[in-house]
């Protein structure tokens, strides 16, 4: 900044020189914040499972404790298959999951399977209602992310 007496301020040179370091932030700080969504997205998918093999896991104790001949429900919703905002996993959780079709989100595939997306692919997760389970193909990379 020079200081003539009359006029205060930076020179051209120095506005440069600022605009350069924050260019250089920015193209250091942007590929990191994308990775940080990528790990939210797979964090996220985590906490889901784990919550719905709780939820199947809670209804088959419940079932049991009263004396039902059907331990494990045939479904987990009445969700409509490959349609948005519908309310999935109803039958075994309190508040169920809406379905939508991006990153992040579940959508019911068919009568017992459903798909998560994570990063625009599809980990397809199936309910075996004789088991229980509800797990997807540990061949696949998002499918391993997503249970360990």
Request: aromatic share 10%; glycine share 6%; net charge neutral.
């Amino acid at each position: 900044m020079r200081d003539n007496g009359f006029r205060k301020g930076f020179t051209l040179l120095e506005l440069v020189f600022v605009i350069v370091v924050i260019g250089i932030l920015a193209s250091v700080a942007v590929p990191k914040l994308w990775v940080t969504r990528d790990d939210a997205i797979v964090s996220k998918g985590r906490s889901d499972v784990a919550t719905i093999r709780g939820a199947i896991s809670t209804q088959k104790q419940k079932n049991l404790l009263e004396g039902q001949a059907l331990l494990l429900p045939a479904q987990l919703d009445a969700a409509a298959v490959n349609t948005e905002n519908e309310a999935l996993f109803s039958n075994v959780l309190e508040y169920p999951v809406y379905s939508k079709n991006a990153d992040g989100n579940w959508m019911k595939t068919a009568t017992t399977k459903y798909s998560y997306k994570v990063m625009g692919n599809d980990v397809v997760f199936d309910y075996n209602s004789t088991t229980g389970k509800f797990d997807c193909d540990h061949n696949d990379e998002y499918c391993r992310k997503l249970t360990h």
